[in-house]
Structures are given as structure tokens and as C-alpha cells.
């Protein structure tokens, strides 16, 4: 009897070794866990931190660019002559600035299967569809490129050297829009260039490029629009 007594002690102490064991790596499993969504969610912040700056930029930099398609097309529509105005309206009406959404995090989480430990269920659901809906969306923000590769054909490499020269669009690092500042050209054979785009007025399939551009540029706007107010909502997310 004192033997049964003894054998089921120590069994009984086993039993709850192995349900401390087992208690103590659940803990820390989730202190863990804890620790790695706290990691994730600031690198998502920052990331998403990132993309917001970005595309506010590019509502700056491609409201710009529309408004010199709006001029450009309206010259070609007018009997004015040609002028170094027309000429920078056509070159930066042209102007892309392809940007590429910050998300090795949100992939990172994606292919761990980490995407779980994001506990907030409304905040994990809207990060899902932040990042789908940008990648829906890529092709918008990068318009077509047929009007520029028509009008980059047709300005003279020495010309647009010159507007590149002393015009940027974006500082050096190509993270911040200049905003387009008055342009001093110097040199600029007007009378030739005035030869080269008077055609222009009468060409349907120019015309029809700009004016699709044009347009295009308006829904890139506005989807950056969308994407900075959709980036806020979730920014206040991550200190709820």
C-alpha cells in the first residue's frame, strides 16, 4: 500500500513538472508572440508612415503635371505661338515618377504566416486590404507612357538635357518634388521647334494620347488621394 502511495507521489509530481513545463513554454510562447507583434506593427507604421509621405508628394507632383496638360492641350487647341511656355507644358506634362509601395513587412508576415499575431481583428482586415488594393492599383499610379515617348521624340535631346539641367522635378535623392519653379531657357530655337509641334494641332492620335493622359493623370490623383486617407485611418489603428 505504502508503495502504491509512493508510486502515484511521484507520478502526481511528474504530472505537474509536465503541466508547469508545459504552462511556462505556453507563457513564453506568448510573451513572444507578444514581443514579435510588437515588432511588426511598428515596422508597419513606419512603412505605411513612408507611403503616405510618398504619395502625398506625388498629389503635389502629378496635380502639376495635369495642369500642364491642361495648358499644353489648350495651346494646341489656340492660334498662339509657339513660346518656351509651351514647350516646358509639353515636356512636364510628359513627367512620370514611378513610386513602388513600401511592404517587405506586410510580405514578411504574409509568407511566416505571422499575419495571425496581429490580434486587432479591424486593423489586421484593413492592412489586408491596404495592401491589395495598392497593388490593384499600380498600374494607375504609373501612367501610360505613349504621350511621352510621341513628345520626348520630338523635342531635341539638347533641349530637354537643358530642362533636366536646370528644371528637376524631384531633388537629387528623387524622394522630393521641386514643385516647378519658373525655368530660364537659354539657346532654344524656337522657330524650329515652332516647325516641329505646329503638326501636332492636327494630328487625331496625339491628341488623343494627351487628352487620355491628361485623364489619367486625374485618377492618379485622386486614388493617392484615397490611398493617404486610407493610410491615416490605419496609422490611428496602431495607437488604438
Known sequence: MHSRGKIFGEFLLIVIGVLAALMLEALMSERHDKSLEAEY???????ITKDKLAFTYRIEFFSSVQAF???FLEWLHSDSVMDK???????????????????????????TGNLRLIEEVAL???????????????????????YRKSIRGLIPTKVQGQ??????????????PTGFPPCDLQGV???RLAILFEPLRNDPNFLKALTYRHSELG??????EQQVAFADEILVGFDE
Do not use: G, H, M
Open 189 to 191: 530655337d524656337l522657330d
Open 85 to 111: 511656355r509651351v514647350l516646358l507644358a509639353a515636356f512636364y506634362a510628359a513627367e512620370v515618377w514611378p513610386y513602388e509601395l513600401t511592404k517587405s513587412t506586410y510580405q514578411d508576415l504574409q509568407s
Open 219 to 224: 485618377v492618379a490623383v485622386r486614388l493617392f
Open 69 to 71: 496638360s491642361q495648358e
Open 41 to 47: 506593427l511598428s515596422r508597419l507604421e513606419s512603412d
Open 124 to 146: 489586421r482586415a484593413n492592412l489586408i486590404q491596404y495592401y491589395n488594393r495598392a497593388d490593384a492599383r499600380d498600374d494607375y499610379w504609373n501612367p501610360s507612357a505613349e
Open 163 to 176: 530642362i533636366r539641367e536646370k528644371c528637376p522635378t524631384t531633388d537629387r535623392q528623387d524622394l522630393v
